[in-house]
């Protein structure tokens, strides 16, 4: 009877042993996040390369590729101040391999400006992590006559015919925009297909002005390539601490700031959602990556998903309000 007894509790045990394998691969497939990334990671940017999107994805991008041990590669597509590119991704299987670097421009102040707009930044798509959040450098040539925002006002005047800015997108746009507004001074819009193109066109002075953020811009200013007027807002920022803000310099309406931020379209499985920005925020939390993003006149975006999306929202009704106040109307 002991022997008969034994023989049966061995022959139980290999049936659950049988039946615990059998259902390992069954569950494993059944959580998409199980092996997930097994292949390299495409991140769409919006903007040409050498922007500040650019340079963001590239600093956190490569942090993020050792944390998940798969590639964060970068692909590049500028067109329509980088409403192509958020449809285009919209548009991807929502599998966690094709993710957006959005920027502020596109997603809440595109959300705001234009009425048939085909996606919406937290309907469309799922906030992962913002990148950083940052103020906008107000910039003119560096052998312009033009020293402070009342000279360039005064310039602006002067000169109508002259009188001209660069942007790549609306977030570059409004500032400027409110500027005329606020002062009277003309001035037309020039767009390009990155800051750092902007950046360019106003230090080979074909622009007069433009406002711009700071990972292009910082380096040209420090070597006294191109000259910053002001920062966007109340306050002046800690890499450019010499420089006004708009409100010390008499213009306290110009007060955009803006954010980037990465994205996976709607409907990625919530499993993968959780890895993706546990990993986006390690790299965004890391001493070097956070020391680059500052060095940029950026503050480091520590915050949780949940966070950025409520930023995001707050923000489409608050450019509502600037672009009725401002009478500024978009195509």
């Known amino acids: 009877m002991a022997a008969m007894t034994i023989r049966h509790t061995l022959a139980g045990a290999s049936l659950c042993l049988s039946a615990l394998l059998a259902g390992a691969p069954a569950q494993a497939q059944s959580d998409p996040a199980a092996n997930y990334p097994d292949k ?42 980088g409403r192509v590119a958020a449809e285009f991704v919209m548009r991807q299987p929502a599998d966690g391999y094709t993710l957006f670097v959005g920027a502020s421009g596109v997603m809440s102040i595109a959300s705001a400006i234009y009425p048939t707009l085909p996606y919406h930044p937290t309907k469309n798509f ?11 450098i107000l910039t003119a040539p560096v052998e312009s006559p033009v020293k402070t925002v009342a000279d360039l006002v005064a310039y602006g005047k002067a000169h109508p015919e002259k009188s001209n800015f660069a942007h790549t997108s609306p977030a570059f746009q409004i500032p400027a925009e409110i500027l005329k507004l606020s002062s009277g001074m003309p001035a037309t819009g020039v767009p390009v297909k990155s800051s750092a193109e902007m ?6 002075e074909v622009c007069t002005f433009t406002f711009t953020d700071g990972p292009p811009a910082i380096p040209q200013i420090k070597d006294k390539r191109m000259r910053a ?5 109340a306050e002046r920022s800690p890499e450019l601490p010499d420089t006004p803000s708009m409100a010390e310099a008499g213009f306290p309406d110009v007060n955009v700031k803006i954010w980037a931020g990465v994205f996976a379209p709607a409907g990625t499985p919530p499993a993968i959602v959780k890895k993706l920005e546990g990993a986006l925020q390690a790299a965004i939390s890391d001493a070097e990556v956070s020391a680059k993003l500052r060095a ?10 949940a966070e950025f999306r409520k930023i995001i929202d707050s923000d489409i009704l608050s450019y509502v309000d600037v672009v009725k106040k401002a009478n500024l109307t978009f195509e």
């Open 126 to 136: 799922v906030p992962l992590a913002m990148i950083a959040s940052f103020p906008l």
């Open 296 to 305: 940029m006149a950026v503050n480091p975006g520590r915050i949780s998903a």
């Open 229 to 233: 007027l002001a920062v966007t807002g």
């Open 199 to 204: 950046v360019q066109c106003v230090m080979q």
């Open 40 to 81: 390299p990671i495409r991140l769409v940017v919006p903007f040409a390369a050498g922007g500040g999107n650019d340079i963001f994805a590239r600093v956190v991008g490569a942090k993020a590729s050792d944390i998940l041990g798969q590639q964060l590669y970068i692909e590049n597509r500028p067109a329509a101040g």
